[in-house]
């Protein structure tokens, strides 16, 4: 069965206006002894020029490998397929998955780099901090004393002591510097969109919140757009204009931050609405989601989600829904999208 | 950070006093007492010695007091040892102290070359095993390189000596030099240093090579894990994405932190590399510190039987100590720990 | 909160770490349950992984060889074959061929491999024993008595194994075979004491021990539910380590002489006769010293593949300690895998 099966006027033939980065049919599987593993499912998403785009989704949902594919950094033995198209603000569009090894290397941090969730291990051990920024200047051919110049800058914009930092090795940086060390790494060849996957998940709440708030900073300063990726979505919708929302490797949900939260339009992300701690309002109403994600290796046919899902019917198990775009700036895929707000209430409220 | 240097230096001086103390007691506990053996030999070599006569030679011989008591006997044997007396041999008639002197630098030249080379063998090829992980390059030589390490070094060397010393003729199959040799060594007559040198090498070449085989084997496997650690390591990846090229990770990344926890192995081997070329000496009959040492024992030539044993704990007090002191400086990981594993 | 008291009353109940995972536990399944940890699961590991099956395999043989051998196979004696015969040179009456004296070469080896494995055995016995009692007490009991402890293991660890051996060796002169496997392993303890001691630390700060601890249970109780099973790993390397140690020392000091002997008990007795027999010149001699050669390199290489195979299964943790890379600084002279850089310490 394919996926475009009612080709009803569906969002991904909308193209939006100035999309950076536009995934088609962005697909990554694993072959393995029991089988082929497919741990990105056919991703269909535009990623404007300037704007953060927050991916939310539980741990398993191939996250992570949507951010490693942004980059065609699967890990071997990974297949990537589809189409990832990067359009720079000058010059032609470059197929991402189409590039020779030194086309890529020039493509990677020079153009979209990234911020990884081991940050804490993202660093050579035995090399001072400066190290790790010069080489990589080197090593894309940069002015070394321009570069340097461009390093104090963004230490100091991310409140960090650039003389001590650069001196230091990674052990002698808390959590948090280290972190905000790799942010400047991340962006000393001045690349066009960052891709962050779960850069804030080693953090306590605190150093979260404020690297959030540097992050927003960043994006002004540098014209950057912005891919967060976690599995926090509290955490993401105080920093993303839109908000992703990947279940079990496909996009279950699109749209803008605010109407994603005051109206969600599929069942999984109200239950994750629903599933979030909040100090705020009592242990009673919290949700867990029961049930547990599919695996990979035998994604079942139909909707990903309607084994857990509340309103599922013999459609849903049958039939996968397409993404439909419930407004202009909001796609859902799910048959029932129009009845599920009726259908499930929201019991939590996350504000931004 | 300070209280780490004084607890490693009170720890040195306490294992080389408690290594004394055993020394001393095993001495005394020795078949045939040595000193009551050497009184009867000197009594009935020289009737007309005095009783004061025959203990001074005694002690002199022994580092031993005979009569006095136990704590003074103790004391005095352990200050002999501080000052660098380690009494005097009882076969040769020489200290002890002189015949270590003149044997040691033997021990150093063999297994300071052999622990080298073999350190060298076996980090290079543990690292290619490592980026070939899983092929047959690395199948084929992790076994190659278990089966070096489980054999015993001396039995290379009886091997090594029986095919290559008397089968094949192409080696020494012992001593120091050739006969014929002068042994020079110094600026002014190059010529002959280096042909003796040369011929030195020669006749420790098979003793050299049995230590390596084993050896190599065992860093070659150390190497190897170590280096698949890093090769899984996050940082690398980066590094990877970060657009470095391959060689810069493979020596400032791969290499580096692979390597640098083998430092202090390698110090510590340095220091009971002494210690194992005990067997190995006396295949080779080559005259060095190991090679006395069983001479000693054989002899009953306890003074230097135990002032060997003293000097070999000595040396790896050494090789450890400086490990400790100086692992902070190699590598930054280890700065911000101190002495804080107790 | 009922799950704590679940688990309260599984400690109770004496069984610490089936408390997680169970509730009500029955006598014949805790029965299954420690068959499967202690029989089943180490089983499984060595019919798992190539390394381990190879080595478990030369180790049952030398043992059946040892057990059974001199029972099956005549014993060496002067003249019961014609002198210095090579392999096979006359069917399989003398399989390996005779000595100079016309004593059966394989009859030597078979005859002096039980008291190779009786120095083993014993010699691993002891090793473990004193090793995890000073281990576990150091971990155990902190303070004063860990400090002390802690300096007796480091001094032994630094005193070189070999040279103190053959003091001890030409003090004691040790006839038996197990006082000879006690004395040749005299200084392996100190690494297996010291790797225990540290597991014990970083163990009984996990919760079920603390919770055995709150609960009242003795310290003996707590040691032998829940830090025996952890350190399992710890103690088969240091019986491998022990191993060959007594290996490697006693066929060397056989071999140098510096161990008494009145007959051929061991390999390294047939090497010296044989290099003093002419072995080292005489071709037609060679089998009298690649036999024994061959026996020994075969049973450490066996012990060195099923220890290293077993390693690996049962400690998923050697690959992954990154963090403990810098304990080298501290622990100089630990040496967890039986890799080593030139034989005995």
Redesign the interface.
Known sequence: MSRHADAAPTAKTQTRSDAILTCRDLSVEFTMDRGTSTVLNGLDIDIERNEIIGIVGESGSGKSMFASALLDAVVEPGVTTGTITYRPAEGREIDVLDRSDDQLQQLRWEDISMVFQGAL?SFNPTLKLRGHFVETLEAHGYDVESGMERTHELLSDLYLDPGRVLGSYPHELSGGMKQRALIALSLVLEPDVLVMDEPTAALDLLMQRSIISLLSALREKYDLTMVFITHDLPLVTKLADRIGVLYAFELAEVSGTEELLRSPRHPYTRALLNSTPDIESPLAEMQPIEGSAPDPVDVPPGCPYHERCPLATADCAAVKPAMEAASETHDVACHYWERVPDEIDLTTEVSR | MQQYYLERTL?AV??VV??MT?AFF?LR???GNPADAYRAELIQNNPQLSQADIDHRVEQKLNVLPDAPLHEQYINYVAGLLQGDLGESINEGVPVSEIISEALPWTIFTMSLA?LL?FAIGISFGAIMAYKEGSYFDNGLSVLS??C???????VG??S??FL???LELFPTGGRYSTEMEPTVGLLEPIQTLAFLGDALWHASLLILS?TV??A???A??MR??S??VLG?EYLRVARLRGLSERRIATRYVGR?AV??LY??????I??????S??LE?VFTYPGVGYY??EG??ARDYPL??G??LV??V???LG?YI??LT??LI?P??QT?G?D?? | MSERTESLRAIDDGDAFEAVADKTMSRRERYRRLFDRWVLAPGRIIRGDV?ARIGASILLLYALVGLFGPRLYTEPEVNQGPRSITPLSEGLTHPLGTDNLGRDILAQIIHATPSMLQMIVAGGLFVTVLGVTVGTTAGFSGGRT??VL??LT??VM???????I???A??L?PQDPVVTGLVLTINVWAGLAREIR?QVLSISRHSYVEASQAMGLSTPTIIVKDILPNIMPYVLITFVNAA?QV??AS???Y????LPYDSVVNWGVM?DQA?SGG???V?SL?HW?IAP?AA??LL??G???FS?GTDRMFNPR?????SS?????????DET?T???????
Do not use: K
Request: charged share 15%; no cysteine; hydrophobic share 50%.
């Open positions: 291990s | 720890q306490i294992t408690s290594v055993l095993l506990l020795m078949p622990l073999s278990i089966f390490n489980s054999i015993p070094n001396y039995i009886i091997l000596i029986w010393g008397y089968q230590y084993v050896a084997g065992g860093w496997l150390r894990g170590n698949i650690q390591e932190n640098l926890p202090t192995a390698l110090l510590i081997a220091g009971f590399a002494l210690g194992g005990v067997i006396q040492m069983i024992l054989e039987m135990m060997v044993f070999m704990t040396a790896v007090v450890v490990a400790d692992y902070g590598d990981r280890a720990r002495g594993h107790r | 390394r860990d400090r802690s300096l480091d001094i630094t005193i070189p194994g070999l040279p103190l053959v003091i001890l030409a003090l002169e540290s060959r290996i490697f066929i060397g000091l071999f140098l002489g510096v090497i290099v072995a080292m010149h071709m060679a010293l050669l020994i390199t450490s290489f012990l060195i593949l290293q050697v690959r992954a300690r990154h890379t810098t304990d080298t600084a501290d622990e100089p002279a895998t890799t080593t850089g030139g034989g005995i310490r």
